[in-house]
C-alpha cells in the first residue's frame, strides 16, 4: 500500500483525469451551463483551498470571480496541489477565515482528502444531472475505472 502522502497525489492524479472527462462530456450535455457551473465550482474551490494551504487564510470564491473552468485551470490546479503535498509536512496547519471572521484551523493532509472528495461529490452532481436528463453519453469516471485504465489493476 501507499503512504499518505503518495496516496494524496495519486488521489489528485484522478481527479484530474476525471475532472477532464467531464470537461469533455459538458458541451454536449443537456443544460451545457449549468454543467459548466459546477465544473467550475470544483475548480475554484481546489484553487481557493490551495491558496489558503499556501498561506493565504482570507481567500474567498469570490477572488475566483470571472474564472472558468477549462482544462488548463485543471492542470495547474492539480500541479499546485501535487507541488504543495511534495513539499509540505502533511500535519502543517492550514488556516481558513470564514466570511463571518471565524478562522478554522485544518491539517494540509485532511484539506488535500476534502478537497479529492468535494470534486467526485460534485462529479456525482453532474451524473445526477445526465440522468435527470436522460443523458447517457459520459464516461465512467470511478476510481476503479481509472485504476483499470491506468494498468494500475492489471486484469487476473
Known amino acids: 500500500m501507499h503512504d499518505l502522502r503518495a496516496q494524496l497525489i495519486r488521489g489528485f492524479n484522478y481527479d484530474l483525469w476525471a475532472n477532464q472527462a467531464w470537461l469533455k462530456t459538458a458541451p454536449d450535455m443537456p443544460d451545457p451551463d449549468k454543467a459548466m ?66 478562522v478554522w484551523v485544518f491539517p494540509l493532509g485532511e484539506l488535500a482528502q476534502h478537497v479529492i472528495n468535494h470534486g467526485t461529490y460534485h462529479r456525482g452532481h453532474l451524473r445526477g444531472l445526465a440522468d435527470s436528463a436522460s443523458f447517457e453519453e459520459f464516461d465512467d469516471t470511478d476510481w476503479v475505472a481509472w485504476l483499470r485504465l491506468t494498468g494500475q489493476v492489471p486484469p487476473a
Open 37 to 102: 457551473a459546477v465544473l467550475r465550482h470544483i475548480l475554484v474551490a481546489q484553487m481557493a483551498w490551495h491558496e489558503r494551504a499556501a498561506g493565504r487564510a482570507d481567500v474567498s470564491v469570490a477572488d475566483f470571480d470571472g474564472w472558468v473552468a477549462t482544462e488548463e485551470g485543471f492542470v495547474k490546479s492539480s500541479a499546485a496541489w501535487k507541488a504543495v503535498l511534495a513539499e509540505t509536512p502533511l500535519e502543517a496547519s492550514v488556516k481558513a477565515v470564514r466570511s463571518d471572521g471565524t
